[in-house]
Structure formats: C-alpha cells, structure tokens
C-alpha cells in the first residue's frame, strides 16, 4: 500500500522528503488590500475560537494562540504580532486601527 501511495505523490512534494503525502493542498488565498477587508478577516479569525462549533473560550483575547489580545488590548500573547494597520506594504492609512 505504501508503495501505491509513493507512486502517485506529487513530485514537488517528493522533492520535500514526502513520501507518502497525496491529499490535495488546500489554499485560499486572498488579496488583502483594503481596510475593511483585513478587519473583516481579523475579526473572523478572532471570534473563530468563540464560535458555537469549538467554544475554545468565551471572549477573543482569552484564546492565547490568538492576535485577538494585541487588537483588543493593545499586550503581546504568547505570539509577538505585527499591527497590520502598520504595515509599510498595506495600502491604508497607518495607525487608523479603529477595532
């Protein structure tokens, strides 16, 4: 069976040291390149770990793998995050970070 599985693994993913990896990648990449989209997306992935499905928490910045804490309250999490509203590359005004 391993055999089988190493036959049909992706070559750019042989080249990786994958053996046996065949899932298909799953990406979803979007173009972040407005204000209220980054804020849209942020506040998904902060209200994620409260959702009814995984209810990891109560409040975003008591999940401590979440830059919910910074946006919230303005304190590094076990994770060191990046104001995105600082970014030199995005295409806003900086420190408009009304959360």
Not at 33 to 43: A, D, H, P, T, W
Not at 54 to 62: A, E, I
Not at 64 to 76: D, L, M, R, V
Request: with cysteine; net charge neutral.
């Amino acid at each position: 069976m391993l055999n089988k599985l190493a036959d049909v693994v992706e070559v750019k993913r042989k080249k990786n040291n994958k053996q046996h990896e065949i899932w298909e990648l799953s990406f979803d990449w979007k173009d972040c390149r407005s204000k209220e989209f980054i804020k849209q997306k942020l506040l998904y992935i902060h209200n994620n770990p409260c959702s009814g499905k995984w209810s990891l928490c109560s409040s975003p910045d008591d999940y401590p793998y979440s830059s919910a804490k910074f946006y919230i309250t303005g304190e590094q999490g076990i994770h060191p995050v990046t104001n995105a509203w600082e970014m030199e590359d995005v295409m806003f005004i900086k420190n408009e970070n009304n959360f």
